[in-house]
């Protein structure tokens, strides 16, 4: 009997795993658990003897594989996949695949209310602003970024993009589509983050990006940390007092951030985007759906290592 392994050190909902576990049982494979590790020795215990191997932002490095000896397939229940080393999981006969769209409406949903908490003032009780008639920049539009337009319409907002690679859904879905993501930060009024932690993304928004960020401006990232310039961040925050940013993932320097930038940065104790018990059922089925399609009829549909 085939083994799934599902690895996440940040659980899913009880009521997504019930459903999880049910779509491996009825393939007909094993159901193994390892939530909440504190170790990487207990995720290389845990591996061993699995076939498959689902996680959320778990990391999937050389140790894992190799230590994972029976692994055919590791997929990412979730977008971003830069936690899993999917070259030398190549290397190794391993395939890799993530669930694209699956928990992007949790992310947009996060990424307008921390627009909202930092607009608000943080909810200090000092008079804030409102996001209808604003202008939305996104960065990026993939997934989360489409939900994320779904969602500011309904607030009134303007919403403009910078994207290489969706220009033609974008302007299908009447978005203006800037020139440069310079043009992009120097139009919005809250810049939302939705570049993936890969290519000429890492570090992209550094000074010379940031430096043109209008007056008031609001940065949300729920994205990935990898994509921001820190110390360009920490640099023009101290000479732009009046910036705010907000993201799901706390910078490294993250407690220098809340000491210099009191009342203009937030961050989530812990990434929590995708935290919700739909998006872990959506995202954490898919997973599952994908395993046994891999595993049944040899689908690698949703294969990133190809
Ligand atoms: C993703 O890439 O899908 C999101 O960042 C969610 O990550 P998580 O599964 O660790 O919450």
Redesign the pocket.
């Known amino acids: 009997m085939k083994r799934v392994l599902i690895a996440t050190e940040?659980p899913f909902a009880p009521s997504a795993l019930s459903k999880i576990s049910e779509v491996i049982k009825q393939a007909g494979y094993e159901v193994n658990l390892l939530e909440k590790y504190q170790s990487k020795a207990e995720l290389l215990d845990a591996v061993k003897t699995t076939d498959a191997l689902i996680v959320?932002?778990d990391k999937v490095d050389r140790d894992v594989l190799d230590a994972a000896e029976n692994l055919k397939i590791v997929v990412r229940?979730?977008?971003?996949y830069d936690n899993v080393d999917t070259t030398y999981a190549k290397e190794k006969a391993v395939v890799v695949m993530n669930t694209p769209g699956q928990?992007s409406n949790a992310?947009a949903e996060l990424a307008i209310g921390l627009a909202i908490y930092g607009i608000r003032e943080f909810f200090s009780g000092k008079s804030g602003g409102e996001l209808r008639g604003r202008t939305l920049g996104l960065h990026g539009y993939g997934y989360v970024a489409r939900n994320v337009h779904r969602i500011a319409r309904g607030f009134g907002m303007k919403v403009i993009v910078y994207t290489r690679y969706s220009k033609a859904q974008a302007t299908s879905e009447g978005l203006e589509v800037t020139g440069s993501l310079e043009e992009l930060y120097a139009l919005s009024d809250v810049v939302s983050i939705h570049v993936p932690a890969k290519g000429e993304h890492l570090k992209s928004v550094s000074m010379d990006i940031l430096k043109h960020l209008k007056e008031d401006a609001i940065l949300v990232n729920t994205a990935r940390n990898e994509v921001i310039n820190e110390d360009d961040l920490c640099a023009f925050m101290e000479q732009r007092t009046d910036v705010k940013y907000l993201s799901d993932i706390a910078p490294d320097g993250a407690d220098a951030f809340a000491d210099k930038f009191t009342g203009r940065c937030y961050f989530t104790p812990k990434?929590i985007?995708?935290?919700t018990q739909e998006a872990n059922t959506n995202a954490g089925v898919a997973a599952a759906e994908q395993i046994a399609g891999f595993f049944e009829n040899g689908d690698e549909t949703f294969r990133v290592n190809r």
């Open positions: 940040k959320r932002s229940a979730g977008a971003g928990n992310v990434k985007g995708a935290q």
